[in-house]
């Protein structure tokens, strides 16, 4: 799944939203996400990543499947 692509999707379809408003909700950053996004997410805590999935609408458990 590409998390960065869905992210700008997100943001793109959200009027008025930027990714700093979506940093602010989540309370992460995702600058370096958005980099490098299977290092991050290796290294970030499941909260994290269940918080931006939520954001996104997608179930974060099928970030596992492959």
């Not at 989540?26 to 939520?54: N, R, T």
Request: glycine share 10%; charged share 15%.
């Amino acid at each position: 799944m590409d998390l960065p692509a869905l992210i700008k999707a997100h943001v793109a379809r959200a009027v008025g939203y930027r990714s700093s408003n979506l940093r602010t909700r989540l309370g992460w950053g995702l600058q370096e996400f958005m980099q490098s996004p299977l290092k991050i997410a290796a290294e970030s805590p499941i909260l994290f990543l269940q918080a931006l999935c939520g954001h996104l609408g997608i179930d974060w458990l099928s970030l596992g499947a492959g």
